[in-house]
């Protein structure tokens, strides 16, 4: 394994002040979103709308990474440049989406496990040879009476640092996604006991089996109420228990964390960021890989407007450039 070059990767993906992009929506999602704005799912039309993404004027200053998905690392933009390469030529570093997906954890009803582990490798160094230096894996959780069971936390644990293990062999950071779902009516609080439980889990897992753990990144979900809750969690009170939490369970050598959005509103997960990083010295560095608080706006403007790819990709500029700033605790809202 060579050490060297996946912290020298984690470290350009963490450099102040910039985050990660994840435009890595699988094509099913992806169309899902298009669906609810009127706009047709076709290859096309994804390839056009991720060329807008990737070709954002002035995006480098804020992001140091997207995440792709398979169709996308192969697409190229309509003069016949691959995606890839447009990033690269902006020091932007490319990852990639390697999960398949979730499946249903047959010992117990509600949980979901994740897969994609046959062939990884092989996977992996095509991705690689496409200009791939990170990989994201993503499992989900959801907060219940029920769920997630000890046996699921456990199986997707131990398929984490399989795919981790992997991705340090082939000189590949990988981001460890485990993602506490937003849905429901669950309290701040018990979504700070099934994240606290499942992160002790995660990382008691990925140590037993020697994963390089300044060579990796977590990404996670943030403390908070579930979006049925009569009580919404105010900024302050996200940041408090997430920092306690990770402080609690993350190993101070991780080479950084980085929060997904979720389905918080766009400004909601931008001042959620900016109360964590209020809280600064933290041991290990801390910003987003946003896809939706991103994407959100600049997709609506396209929807409407198709041929005004200018309006949405000053749409993606300002959302970055507002976690940008909240990266570093130095956002205002208007
Ligand atoms: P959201 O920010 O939309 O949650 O997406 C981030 C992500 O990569 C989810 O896997």
């Given at each position: 394994m060579n050490k060297e070059k996946l912290v020298e990767t984690v470290s350009r993906l963490m450099a102040i002040p910039k985050g990660i992009l994840a435009i890595d929506e699988s094509t099913s999602t992806c169309n899902t979103r298009f669906e609810k704005l009127g706009i047709i799912s076709s290859e096309e039309n994804r390839r056009v709308y991720r060329e807008l993404l990737v070709t954002t004027p002035g995006i480098e200053q804020y992001i140091s990474g997207y995440i792709l998905y398979d169709e996308t690392i192969r697409q190229k933009t309509k003069?016949?440049?691959s995606f890839t390469s447009v990033l690269q030529e902006k020091g932007i570093d490319v990852g990639i989406k390697v999960d398949m997906g979730t499946k249903d954890f047959s010992p117990h009803l509600g949980d979901k496990i994740t897969e994609g582990l046959v062939g990884l490798a092989e996977r992996l160094q095509e991705y690689k040879e496409m200009g791939a230096t990170f990989a994201k894996w993503r499992a989900i959780y959801t907060i219940s009476k029920?769920?997630?069971?000890e046996a699921c936390v456990q199986a997707n644990a131990d398929i984490f640092a399989e795919y981790a293990q992997i991705c340090q062999n082939e000189g590949i950071v990988p981001i460890v996604e485990p993602e506490i779902l937003?849905?429901?009516?669950?309290?701040i609080e018990q979504c700070f006991d099934v994240t606290s439980r499942n992160l002790d889990v995660v990382f008691k897992t990925l140590k037993a089996k020697n994963?390089?753990?300044?060579g990796m990144i977590l990404k996670t979900s943030m403390v908070i109420s579930g979006n049925e809750s009569l009580k919404l969690s105010p900024a302050n009170d996200v940041a408090k228990m997430t920092i306690k939490c990770l402080l609690k369970y993350?190993?101070?050598?991780?080479g950084g964390i980085v929060f997904l959005s979720?389905?918080?509103?766009d400004d909601e997960a931008t001042r959620n960021l900016n109360a964590t990083n209020a809280?600064?010295?933290?041991?290990w560095p801390l910003t987003f890989s946003y896809g939706r608080a991103i994407q959100n706006k600049a997709l609506m403007s396209w929807a409407k407007n198709?041929?005004?790819?200018s309006t949405a990709q000053k749409l993606i500029l300002v959302a970055a450039k507002a976690n940008s700033l909240a990266r570093m605790g130095e956002y205002k809202t208007t």
């Open positions: 003069e016949g440049k029920e769920t997630p069971s937003i849905d429901g009516d669950h309290t994963i390089f753990i300044p993350v190993p101070k050598e991780i979720g389905g918080q509103e809280h600064s010295p933290l041991p198709p041929f005004d790819i």
